[in-house]
């Protein structure tokens, strides 16, 4: 959230995202710490990145809100080892421009240098780079890169790389917008694939599960105070193989839906004492489209 942007310090309530534009706030990221979006009373901070759920539509509209002006230069990306070389490779083909930066020459490597030195980050332009990937090997490496770069080009956003979990905090104050732990990162998709996980997580505390409708059939599920009443949050409505995210003012839960129901484990489990509601298997696959994103 850019400071100029008209979501800056603005209560959820207030700006009435879901009526206007869709979308189901879950919380926002700041200073490495997760706060949740707990009712209409949170208010959005400048410099927080916000944990959105939507159709694809609806979260290009929030990302225009979130930041008005889009830098557009290409995506630096800084390490193009097993990491960095797995980025490059989702924005390209994501039809991203990218510009790498590693020590070593080899293909695929644009500009040979230590990320440390301003002449390096001068041959990268890196002031005028949409965005700075740092996907250093080393921790310790990666929290001085940080350092370096947020005081090189203040404006850009900053993504780190990180193999320690505890190390997350060092990199926050050293200046980035955001750090990824690749640990963390492993675990998730090793329990997606190998254990059958049907939640997914957004933080350590919060996850998604698809739940059966119980006392929300034939009620709207944006309009049953739910947030208020559990602190979880209706993100979507499964029916009939299609999710929708978006609901007209005239939709009503059916008895056959299935409902991803977004919270912490005890607003979860609130919510389903409040909603007798139960554990539903989804019909929709991995590999069938949908207009949903997160």
Same mark, same amino acid.
């Given at each position: 959230i850019?400071?100029?942007?008209p979501?800056?310090?603005?209560?959820l309530?207030?700006?009435?995202?879901?009526e206007r534009?869709?979308?189901?706030?879950?919380?926002?990221?700041?200073?490495?710490?997760?706060?949740?979006?707990?009712?209409?009373?949170m *208010?959005?901070?400048?410099g927080a990145?916000?944990v959105?759920?939507?159709?694809?539509?609806?979260?290009?509209?929030?990302e225009?809100l979130?930041?008005?002006?889009?830098?557009t230069?290409?995506?630096?990306v800084a390490?193009?080892?097993?990491?960095?070389g797995?980025?490059?490779?989702?924005?390209?083909?994501?039809?991203?421009?990218t510009v790498?930066?590693d020590?070593?020459?080899?293909?695929?490597v644009?500009?040979?240098?230590?990320?440390?030195?301003?002449?390096t980050l001068?041959r990268?332009?890196?002031r005028?780079?949409?965005?700075v990937?740092?996907?250093?090997?080393?921790?310790s490496?990666g929290?001085?890169?940080?350092?370096?770069v947020?005081?090189?080009?203040?404006?850009?956003?900053l993504?780190?790389?990180v193999n *320690?979990?505890?190390?997350?905090?060092?990199?926050y104050?050293a200046?980035?917008?955001?750090?990824?732990?690749v640990?963390?990162?492993?675990g998730?998709?090793?329990?997606?694939?190998l254990?059958?996980?049907q939640?997914?997580?957004v933080?350590?505390?919060i996850?998604?599960? *698809?739940?059966?409708?119980?006392?929300?059939?034939?009620?709207?599920?944006?309009?049953?105070?739910?947030?208020?009443r559990?602190?979880?949050?209706v993100?979507?409505?499964?029916?009939d193989r299609?999710v929708f995210v978006?609901f007209d003012?005239?939709?009503?839960?059916?008895?056959?839906?299935?409902?991803?129901?977004?919270g912490?484990?005890?607003s979860l489990?609130?919510?389903?004492?409040e909603?007798?509601?139960a554990p539903?298997e989804s019909?929709?696959?991995?590999?069938?489209?949908?207009?949903?994103?997160l």
């Amino acid at each position: 959230i850019r400071a100029d942007s008209p979501l800056a310090g603005q209560q959820l309530g207030e700006l009435r995202l879901r009526e206007r534009h869709g979308v189901t706030v879950i919380g926002q990221w700041r200073g490495g710490q997760f706060a949740i979006a707990k009712g209409p009373d949170m *208010r959005i901070e400048s410099g927080a990145i916000l944990v959105v759920v939507g159709a694809h539509a609806s979260l290009t509209q929030i990302e225009r809100l979130a930041a008005p002006i889009r830098r557009t230069g290409p995506i630096v990306v800084a390490g193009y080892g097993t990491v960095g070389g797995k980025v490059v490779q989702m924005l390209r083909d994501a039809h991203e421009m990218t510009v790498v930066i590693d020590q070593q020459l080899a293909p695929g490597v644009d500009i040979v240098g230590n990320v440390l030195e301003h002449t390096t980050l001068n041959r990268a332009n890196v002031r005028a780079a949409s965005a700075v990937v740092l996907a250093l090997s080393n921790d310790s490496e990666g929290v001085f890169a940080t350092a370096v770069v947020r005081d090189y080009a203040p404006e850009v956003p900053l993504i780190v790389r990180v193999n *320690r979990a505890l190390n997350i905090a060092r990199l926050y104050q050293a200046g980035a917008d955001f750090a990824l732990s690749v640990g963390q990162m492993a675990g998730e998709i090793l329990a997606y694939h190998l254990l059958g996980e049907q939640a997914v997580t957004v933080e350590p505390r919060i996850k998604f599960v *698809r739940l059966a409708p119980g006392a929300l059939v034939g009620q709207h599920p944006w309009r049953a105070w739910v947030r208020e009443r559990t602190g979880a949050a209706v993100v979507a409505v499964e029916r009939d193989r299609d999710v929708f995210v978006k609901f007209d003012d005239d939709f009503q839960v059916d008895p056959g839906d299935i409902l991803f129901v977004c919270g912490t484990l005890s607003s979860l489990d609130q919510y389903v004492r409040e909603f007798q509601a139960a554990p539903a298997e989804s019909a929709l696959t991995a590999d069938e489209p949908n207009d949903s994103a997160l």
